[in-house]
């Protein structure tokens, strides 16, 4: 680490792969997490949970469990109703005429999901709790569930809110219907799939945990729990509760991963509040695997027919694209969005396409709710546009690199717009191809694949080449297309007398290394050692706003919140400076900490003397107040797209179905990076995430709308020795809107993968005429469209 101005001077911080500071805790257990923490009188909440998809609440029996031994309470959608706290999710994503019947926070008349919270228990212990739960007697009247959104549309399905007879929440579509039509009745050939975004389960190593603390005497409740947007926590939970806002404090101590799981408010969280106020006690909930499996919002959850126009050039003419999306069985937090906004946009992906038209039908079903997971409409978006460029390259016999290179925005055409309304702000969508593609030596491996045709062995070399809109904002925009929120951050730079700093960020970091980047990039604007500088995130107290960490938005803008107060603090530091100098500001220069006087560098005051008069206040200008300080709430000028070229190489067993990942390369473009290090550890987690939707991960239910994938022993997350060594590399195209240049990388993996494997085990399998097979490619499903299959190699 650089420990003066002139070793500064050598080394920039912002590009260096910084350890880690956050990992020395985290490695040695010292870290605190929620369920480490219980205040004397802490009692434990549990949840009883429906146990049916679809059922009618006929009456439900608390006496039993009222008696149990170190049983406080045990409450019921009636007990919620008189306390006068509205206690229902409201969604955060509008789209126009969205039907919106209430999501309680505890079952009125009716379930519509199994896991959905029917009452609670309150008692000393945990385990008490759950034998208190257990001795609730429901009785149910069990109704036909349904589990799929296409199905659910059907005529004959059942009805799961009376506010929407035909199950369908919104209808909501982009693109020029016409003029696609034209263009798909022009082109030479089309090529059309039907396709699945399956559910995911959220797996973080934490399940979701609160702990809430009603402290009558000062009628203040303080709530600490696993979140990635404590200030949007606050304000879910001040509305259901209808407590004041300024008297909550949200504080996320480590939070053992989100992936999307923890920006949602859903009835757990509240309820644990809730019943702290009604206790006047501190409580605690924390989510068994399995609990958090039924009730945490599950990831995806899309069936879409897609088709592409393409002549015989191999240049794209139109997409036309129906998808249906899975709500679940109420509207969560941002459950709109993902089918709308997160994913229909992205549908062009890397090219250079006139005609869309997308059309979607979001859907109620009797599953749980579904959230944004790591991706949150990009994956699903990337899934069908990569689908299609290959199946597209295959009809014309074209080879898939290619095919994609000819349809590309040019790089001399950026900023983009593309036919849905966004505009792509920056991109060399060639360049990276090119170095994936010397990377993986393609020409090798065609002949290797060629080879081993003859022997009867099965090489597939898939390739994706994705793009993703992060960063979002501005907050106009969010407004005018449904968001209930703003996208913008805010930051705070805060010198100490010492000439230490503290920063402090909306964002909310839960395992993207934060402390770290975030020191990185305040170290260079100040000149301030590293080690000088703390980062705090994640407490509602501190910091003054936040918006939270998803959609890999915290570097792009809540970076960006921190380096323009950073810029402001120098600004007020140099009119200090000018001032204790005896010189005018303009005659001045900053460079790594150091005010000097142009022309005679002996003349000179490092930002950290600066600091020290600032908070003496004895001799400051004219005008200016005592301190060193600024806050900035940063919006975003546009998004941002980062993008990349993934290449999977997989040999694929046709007696048992078996894939053998042989290869993986990613070359990923996230603009200017701030730590390599941290950036590389983003795509391997995320690739590691998108070869589980692609390759082992699938929400499964049966006919009666019971999870059938509810644990770990059930539903396959992928290991450590089930992934190849990744072969990554990186291109740098900045962002030009953003004062780092950098965009997001948090979720590229989850985006790039799973097309990429699926198209490598369709071309491992094109002998067979095997053109699709939907995720996860299981040993099973392969073998079986092997059996299914029209051709003989
Ligand atoms: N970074 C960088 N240079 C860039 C881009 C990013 O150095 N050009 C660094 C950032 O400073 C930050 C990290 O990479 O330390 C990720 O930044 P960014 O892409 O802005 O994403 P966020 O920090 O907003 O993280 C959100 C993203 C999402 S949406 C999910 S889901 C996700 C993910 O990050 N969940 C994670 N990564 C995760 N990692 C862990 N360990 N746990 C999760 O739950």
């Keep these: 680490m650089p420990d003066s101005i002139e070793a500064r001077q050598a080394e920039k911080l912002k590009g260096s792969p910084v350890e880690r500071r956050e990992d020395p805790e985290l490695l040695t257990g010292e870290a605190t997490f929620t369920d480490d923490m219980e205040p004397r009188g802490t009692v434990h909440m549990a949840v009883l949970r429906s146990q049916y998809g679809h059922a009618r609440i006929e009456s439900i029996d608390t006496s039993a469990a009222e008696e149990l031994d170190g049983v406080l309470a045990v ?74 959104a296409r199905e659910a549309t059907d005529e004959d399905a059942p009805t799961i809110h009376e506010e929407a007879p035909d199950n369908v929440a919104a209808e909501w579509d982009v693109g020029d219907e016409e003029a696609t039509d034209a263009a798909f009745e022009d082109a030479d050939r089309t090529v059309s799939v039907d396709l699945v975004n399956q559910r995911l389960l959220p797996t973080a190593m934490e399940p979701r945990v609160t702990l809430a603390n009603y402290r009558p005497s000062a009628d203040e409740l303080v709530v600490h729990m696993g979140t990635q947007c404590p200030h949007l926590h606050r304000r879910f939970m001040a509305d259901m509760l209808d407590f004041p806002e300024q008297k909550m404090r949200v504080i996320a101590p480590e939070v053992g991963g989100g992936f999307g799981s923890k920006d949602s408010a859903h009835p757990d969280e509240t309820l644990t509040a809730w019943c702290s106020l009604q206790l006047e006690r501190p409580v605690k909930w924390q989510a068994t695997r399995t ?91 990337s899934y069908v546009i990569e689908r299609l460029a290959t199946l597209a390259a295959r009809e014309l016999d074209m080879e898939p690199t290619e095919f994609r290179r000819k349809n590309f925005v040019p790089r001399d055409d950026f900023p ?56 979002y904002g501005p907050s106009e925009i ?28 909306g964002t909310s970091g839960h395992g993207q290394g934060h ?134 190489v997989v040999e694929v067993d046709p007696d048992t179905g078996e894939i053998d990942l042989e290869r993986y390369i990613a070359v990923d473009d996230c603009g200017n990076q701030i730590n390599p290090k941290i950036v590389e550890g983003q795509v391997h987690g995320a690739i590691a995430q998108g070869l589980g939707q692609g390759l082992f991960e699938g929400v499964e239910y049966d006919e009666n709308g019971t999870l059938l994938t509810g644990s770990m022993q059930d539903y396959t997350l992928p290991k450590a020795l089930q992934v190849p060594e990744y072969e990554t590399d990186h291109t740098v195209t900045p962002s030009p ?39 996860p490619l299981t040993d099973e499903t392969v073998w079986q469209a092997i059996q299914n299959a029209t051709a003989e190699p």
């Design 478 to 505: 969010i407004g005018q297309i449904g968001g209930q929120l703003g996208l913008y951050e805010n930051g705070v730079v805060r010198f100490h007398p010492s000439g230490a700093v503290t920063v402090y960020c």
């Design 737 to 775: 809107h953003n004062p780092l240049g950098a965009k997001g990388i948090g979720e590229a993996g989850t985006i790039a993968a799973p097309p990429a494997v699926v198209n490598a085990v369709t071309d491992a399998l094109q002998p067979f005429g095997i053109d699709h097979i939907d995720m």
């Design 515 to 648: 402390e770290t980047t975030y020191a990185q990039i305040v170290a260079d604007e100040l000149g301030v050692d590293y080690d000088d500088i703390e980062v705090i995130e994640g407490d509602t107290d501190e910091v003054p706003m936040g918006m939270g960490t998803y959609g890999s938005r915290s570097v792009s803008v809540g970076g960006s919140a921190i380096v323009e107060a950073s810029r402001e603090v120098v600004e007020k530091a140099g009119t200090i400076a000018a001032h204790h100098l005896e010189v005018s500001e303009e005659d001045l220069e900053f460079e790594d900490g150091e005010f000097q006087v142009a022309g005679a560098p002996e003349r000179s005051m490092t930002i950290k003397e600066v600091a020290r008069e600032a908070y003496l206040a004895h001799d400051l200008p004219d005008g200016t107040s005592p301190g060193l300080e600024a806050t900035n709430f940063y919006d975003p000028e546009n998004l941002v797209f980062p993008f990349g070229t993934h290449i999977v």
């Design 291 to 381: 609990e958090a499996y039924v009730s945490t919002g599950h990831g995806r959850g899309q069936e879409t027919t897609a088709e592409i126009a393409v002549d015989e050039d191999g240049s794209i003419q139109a997409l036309r694209v129906e998808t249906y999306g899975d709500l679940g069985g109420y509207l969560s937090t941002w459950g709109p969005l993902m089918p709308a906004h997160g994913y229909a946009l992205m549908l062009p992906g890397q090219y250079d396409v006139e005609n869309v038209y997308c059309e979607v039908k979001e859907v109620f079903t009797n599953a749980t709710p579904t959230e944004p997971y790591r991706g949150a409409g990009r994956p699903e978006a």
């Design 75 to 148: 409450y019921t959608a009636d007990d919620v109703e008189a306390s006068d706290a509205p206690g229902r999710i409201e969604p955060i994503w509008l789209l126009p005429d969205l039907k919106r019947p209430p999501y309680p926070m505890l079952a009125q008349d009716k379930v519509r999901y199994q896991g959905q919270p029917v009452a609670v228990a309150v008692a000393e212990d945990r385990y008490r709790a759950s034998d208190a739960v257990d001795a609730i007697d429901v009785t149910y009247d069990r109704l036909e569930a349904v589990t799929k």
């Design 416 to 471: 983009h717009e593309t036919a849905t309304g966004l505009v792509y702000d920056s991109g060399d969508y060639d360049k990276t191809l090119d170095r994936a593609l010397e990377m993986a030596d393609l020409e090798a491996l065609r002949e290797k694949q060629a080879d081993l045709r003859e022997e009867g062995r099965y090489l597939g070399i898939g390739i994706s080449c994705y793009n993703e809109s992060c960063g």
